[in-house]
């Protein structure tokens, strides 16, 4: 089931693994949230009307996170899923997280089997 995370068990593994969930959740929490990795999928969005011709030809285009502060140097976080791409004077273009779901559910998942 995508985007669900299932805990089934013994009311004392269901309520541990909750606990488990709060510590990974609050260390992310503490040591913020590194934007850029390289399991996310951002995706480049012009906006009509407002685009040079090179932001145009980069529409609908994807980039690993990894490769977003390379191609965007200039960009401007705007939220934790959205980055105004700054490629030129007034470009009021966006980058945006399209697989966050699933990449904080796999950090999540990963995370849980490394504490136990
Ligand atoms: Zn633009």
């Known amino acids: 089931m995508n985007g669900i995370i299932v805990i089934d068990g ?3 593994y269901v309520l541990a693994t909750l606990g488990r969930i709060k ?4 260390s992310w929490e503490a040591a913020g949230y590194e934007m850029f990795q390289p399991e ?3 995706v480049f969005e012009a906006v009509s009307g407002r685009s ?3 932001c145009l030809a ?3 285009r994807f ?12 960009h401007i976080p705007v939220s934790p899923t959205e980055v105004l791409a700054q490629l030129h004077r007034n470009c009021g273009c966006y980058l945006r997280w ?4 699933e990449v904080l559910q796999n950090r999540l ?3 849980l089997s490394v504490i136990k």
């Open 10 to 12: 013994e009311a004392s």
């Open 63 to 74: 980039y690993l996170g990894d490769e977003v502060a390379r191609a965007f140097p200039h």
């Open 109 to 111: 998942h990963r995370e």
């Open 23 to 26: 510590s990974v959740l609050s």
């Open 52 to 54: 040079c011709p090179r």
């Open 40 to 42: 996310e999928e951002w």
């Open 98 to 101: 399209r697989n966050m779901k």
């Open 58 to 60: 980069l529409n609908g």
